[in-house]
Structure formats: C-alpha cells, structure tokens
C-alpha cells in the first residue's frame, strides 16, 4: 500500500515540481558528487592506464637515485599499533627509508614496545617525549631528527600496502612542482562492526574518489596525515606543522600558497583503524569539522581574497569546501523547514524519495570506487555494497547533525581550541598567535 501510494505521489509529479521538491539533490548534490565525478573518473581511469610508461620512467627515475626516506610517526598510547605498522614497513618494495617514531607522553606500554623494536633494528629512532606537546609537536619533533628529501607522515595506528612507499613517491619524479602528494587511506578494521563498515564506505567514496577528482582538477585541499609523502625543502620552509586539530588541511594550504601544487595517489594504500562505536566517531568528527571553520574560514582567509598573490585554484579549492559543506549544510536545514512549511503532509514522501534518490546516489558512487581501486580491492571490499542502503541515513542524519553543531561551536565558541586534543598549554598559544 505504501509503495503503490509512493508511485502515485511520483508520478503526478512534474519535472518542475520534482526539482522544486528535491532541488539539493538534484541542483546540488548530484551535480557535484556524482556527474562531476564521473565524468573526470571516466577520463582518468584510461588515461592512467595509457600512461603507464610514464609511471615506470618515474619508478625508474626514483630507483636510479635512491634518495632517503623518513616515514615519521607521532603518537600517543598508540603502543599496540606499532608492532604491526613496523612489520608493514619492512616488508615494502623500497627499502631506502628511515623510521622514526616520536612518544608524545603515553601512559600505556608505548616506549615499552618501541624501545624492544629499536634493540630489533625495526624503528631506527624512538624519541619519548615526558610531557605531552601535541600532535604537531611530535610531528615537529620527528621532522628535526629525520635525515630524509622526503617525508612520510603515517598514524600509528595505520599499516601499509607493500609497495606504499615506492607508490607514494612517484609523482614527486613526474612533476617538479609537486610539493605534497596525499596516499589513500582505506579502513583496517572495517569487518568489525557496522560503524566501521560505513566508515569504509565512506572512505572508498569521500577519500579514494573524492580525492582523486580533487586532485584531477587541481584543488585538492588536503593531504592526510594518516598517509602523506611531502618534500623536506617544501617543509623546511613552512617550519613544519602548526597545532591542530586540522593541522592535515592547514598545512596542505600552506603548501599550496607556496606555489606548490599537491596531488592524491589512489594507488599508493595505507590502512588505519577507524572508531568503532558512534559515540567516538561522534567525537573525532566533532573535532574534523571543527578545523574546517578554524583554518578555511579564519586561518586561510586570505585565499578568497583579491590581492597580488591570487590563485584561482587556491581560491576553489577553499571555496569549493566551504560551500558544500559549510553553505549546503545550513541549506539542508533550510529545505526541512522548507518541506514542513509548503506541505507538512507530504513529508512521509518526501523523506522515502529523498532516500531512494541519495541511496541510488551512493550506488554510483560506490560503482565509480570499486572502477578506480579494482585492482586492488579485495573480496570483503566488494561486500560492502550490502550496506549501502544505510549510508543515507549515516551520512545524511549522523555526520550531518554531527557537522552542524561542531560549525555553531566553534563559530560562537572557538571550541577547537578548548579540545583536550590538544594540552591547553599549546592550544592556549596558537588561539593567542591565531593558528
């Protein structure tokens, strides 16, 4: 009954009034996520293979050198991750690199565990740091003793493909102007639950694609830290990482106003552990969305702004972010008082068809995904699509009413700097120096 009145409602519906109902999506959301998308994946995915050669001259290119690489890890109680992070890294196809991982004053086993690994010959420098700085200062840290030309920033929690390393380096060997190039972050634990299973879908949609098409058109505004390979002059030259929470995003700005550009590497795969109970995905979101406001609104004005050193493609890629997500998430809330205003009866319908619409959505989505990583899915990867049907409701309720609250916080409040993140010692500076 509910399905044939469903129909009905649909099909007494003109083209005019269908838009008129459901304008985010299709103004919005399906011009953005899903044409624009798949028009340059239908590009890129062919052109990647055609240039192949051009892949293997920069792989030959970066053999015949064999420059030092410092893959740096900075964390706290992340003792338990390290021993399988270790394990990743000596097994990689390029074994000219140096790991060095900063303890930012864990009160679990972490110098414990690090320092056994040190006496193996698995961790080339273990620094502890008693009193805890942040993640910036530990990052910091481990830039100032690292010896490299390139720099490698992982999570502890995270562990890599094999051939991440030699992967993530290649296009600093096919483009000079490279200054940063962001690895893709696909999610470890994703079989454990269903919070980590719509994380990984997620992931595959927002970072692996996402991010790829970002980078395509030239506004790429963030290279994870989770995994990102960066050049130590490019560096060198900002001093290292400012504190966060955002520090991913701040920095990859900083990069780009150098000059520089910056590019995702879809296949150069790193895994990390993702939260496994709402109640703390909640919490690391709150503190994400927060950066946003923080260093694209605040920090990073100046990039929407006229002046000698303009750059149109910095000014979209700032501008692109703040819209869809700052703009359209004030929209969203608009069209539901909208919807209750013109016809509250309607609004059964209304949801069920926006659902079908989002939920067809992310069908594409996850078809354009599985097209760009396909040789290098696996089969648990693809069993994902059974939870499709739940990423409306993730992410159009959860991380939307999350999102919401974390931009009112931190307008009215500046709430990222209050987060125990952070020791107040160091947030308290930045919010004074206006990092």
Not at 325 to 336: G, H, P, R, S
Request: proline share 3%.
């Amino acid at each position: 009954m509910i399905i044939e009145d469903l129909i009905k409602f649909i099909t007494s519906l003109s083209p005019g009034q269908m838009v008129a109902y459901f304008w985010p999506f299709f103004l919005l959301d399906m011009t953005r996520y899903v044409f624009l998308d798949f028009i340059v994946i239908i590009f890129y995915v062919p052109r990647r293979i055609l240039h192949r050669h051009k892949y293997q001259q920069a792989r030959n290119l970066l053999y015949k050198e064999r420059p030092l690489v410092s893959v740096i890890v900075p964390g706290k109680n992340e003792g338990k991750h390290i021993p399988k992070l270790a394990d990743s890294l000596s097994k990689q196809t390029y074994k000219n690199f140096e790991l060095v991982i900063v303890d930012d004053g864990s009160d679990d086993d972490t110098a414990v565990i690090c320092r056994e690994l040190e006496k193996q010959g698995k961790i080339d420098c273990f620094i502890r740091n008693e009193i805890r700085g942040g993640k910036a200062s530990a990052a910091n840290t481990a830039f100032r003793y690292s010896k490299g030309k390139y720099i490698v920033h992982l999570d502890a929690d995270s562990h890599l493909a094999l051939d991440s390393i030699e992967t993530i380096l290649l296009p600093f060997y096919m483009d000079n102007n490279i200054g940063a190039v962001g690895g893709d972050v696909r999610v470890a634990n994703a079989e454990k639950d269903i919070v980590t299973r719509l994380q990984a879908i997620e992931y595959l949609k927002s970072i692996s694609t996402g991010r790829t098409v970002s980078s395509e058109m030239g506004i790429l505004r963030i290279i994870a830290g989770a995994h990102g390979a960066f050049r130590r002059d490019v560096l060198e030259r900002l001093h290292g990482w400012d504190v966060g929470p955002g520090l991913d995003g701040d920095i990859t700005l900083k990069i780009r106003k150098l000059g520089f550009r910056v590019v995702h590497e879809p296949m150069a795969i790193c895994y990390t552990n993702v939260p496994e109970k709402f109640r703390i995905l909640a919490k690391q979101r709150f503190r994400w969305d927060r950066s946003m406001i923080r260093f694209r609104v605040r920090k990073h004005r100046d990039i929407l702004m006229p002046s000698a050193n303009f750059s149109l493609t910095n000014f979209l890629a700032s501008a692109e972010n703040i819209f869809f997500n700052l703009v359209l998430d004030a929209k969203w809330w608009i069209y539901v008082v909208q919807m209750v205003i013109i016809n509250p009866s309607l609004l059964g319908y209304i949801f069920l068809i926006n659902f079908i619409l989002y939920f067809l959505a992310n069908v594409v989505e996850f078809i354009m995904a599985c097209v760009l990583l396909h040789s290098s899915l696996r089969r648990k990867d693809y069993a994902l699509a059974f939870f499709l049907p739940l990423i409306p409701i993730y992410t159009g309720l959860f991380l939307r009413t999350v999102r919401t609250y974390a931009y009112i916080m931190e307008f009215i409040h500046g709430a990222s700097y209050y987060d125990k993140w952070n020791p107040w010692k160091v947030s308290r500076i930045a919010k004074e120096e206006k990092l």
